[in-house]
């Protein structure tokens, strides 16, 4: 799999993202974006289903209303926007929605569509809701960006990778769930990640949850017979379209890739197939160079894992690292 953009963040908290699937037509993505989110308390569904689970309705299109009631949650800003008493000069914002629209456009996040006029009931679309992320990110409409075409910085950035355009007709719930849950490892203009800074406010990380992962200590393994590579550059990724140019889950070598098993190397230094022992803060494991990667070059190896967000969580660490060669 090739690695289009490796998330080299390092952040304390480790995040075990569960993702409830509630829609079979909405892609797999935007249901693992919503889900996780969903989990950080970042994005509601919009009920529940006879076992409790999350409606998420990922395959409808939203409101421009209820767009930016996604934005302010995804800032974790819900609680401040419904507190606040905030004066908008829009005669079409429903009661339900003015705390959030109020919130977003006192601090500069949203306009209307006139002067007067929100377009609350319109159909939002990829460049409202791209430009609503920017602004949040703090980049400055008219100068870095412009709404007609937020893409050009979007993808420049990291938040999209040219999966939408001027020419995207259709916008859905499941794509502001993927939106925003790449907004999370995007690095704002600030130069921190929007997880690092919701991090910071406390609205994500070690107290809402997280837990590390966890593997098998295997410091008893003599590494004697084996070719001590020396130390190395670990990344993380994960099979979504962000990490890898596509979302196949297949490696380089056809086989599917496994958390805690498959890694990507530079195959001109270590061999597809080769056992690798990789030592990390004391911690040895085991995994298998089953994959490869456009940017994994000489001392650099890539851990699969099974989440972006993980990935996102995990960072950029060194380890000690040994082969042997099968």
Not at 35 to 55: A, E, R, V, W
Not at 247 to 254: D, E, I, S, Y
Not at 291 to 304: L, P, V
Request: glycine letters at 10%; one cysteine or more; aromatic letters at 12%.
């Amino acid at each position: 799999m090739k690695k289009c953009l490796l998330l080299l963040i390092t952040i304390a908290a480790i995040i075990v993202a569960m993702s409830p699937v509630v829609s079979c037509a909405a892609t797999s993505e935007a249901n693992y974006s919503a889900g996780c989110l969903y989990d950080m308390g970042l994005f509601n569904g919009t009920g529940y289903d006879s076992n409790g689970k999350p409606i998420f309705e990922l395959d409808r299109t939203p409101t421009r209303a209820e767009a930016v009631v996604m934005l302010v949650r995804l800032l974790g800003k819900e609680e401040a926007a419904l507190s606040g008493n905030w004066s908008i000069p829009f005669y079409d914002v429903q009661d339900w929605a003015k705390p959030y629209v109020g919130y977003a456009y006192s601090k500069g996040l949203v306009n209307g569509v006139s002067n007067n006029y929100f377009g609350a009931d319109r159909a939002a679309t990829a460049k409202d809701y791209i430009s609503f992320i920017l602004r949040a990110l703090g980049y400055t409409e008219g100068t870095e960006f412009t709404w007609d075409n937020p893409f050009n910085l979007s993808n420049q950035i990291g938040l999209t990778y040219g999966n939408y355009s001027k020419n995207t007709t259709r916008f859905t719930r499941g794509d502001s769930a993927i939106i925003s849950y790449y907004a999370l490892a995007t690095v704002m203009k600030s130069a921190i990640t929007l997880y690092d800074y919701l991090s910071s406010l406390g609205v994500i990380g070690a107290s809402k949850g997280a837990e590390d992962i966890l593997l098998e200590d295997e410091n008893n393994v003599d590494t004697d017979g084996m070719t001590y590579m020396g130390e190395y550059s670990l990344t993380y990724y994960c099979p979504c379209a962000k990490c890898c140019g596509h979302a196949n889950g297949k490696t380089a070598n056809g086989s599917t890739p496994v958390e805690g098993t498959t890694i990507a190397v530079d195959k001109s230094v270590i061999p597809l197939g080769s056992t690798v022992y990789i030592e990390v803060d004391g911690v040895k494991h085991k995994y298998i160079a089953q994959d490869t990667g456009g940017a994994i070059n000489g001392n650099r190896i890539d851990i699969f894992v099974s989440s972006h967000y993980k990935a996102l969580c995990l960072g950029r660490k060194v380890g000690k690292v040994w082969v042997e060669y099968n």
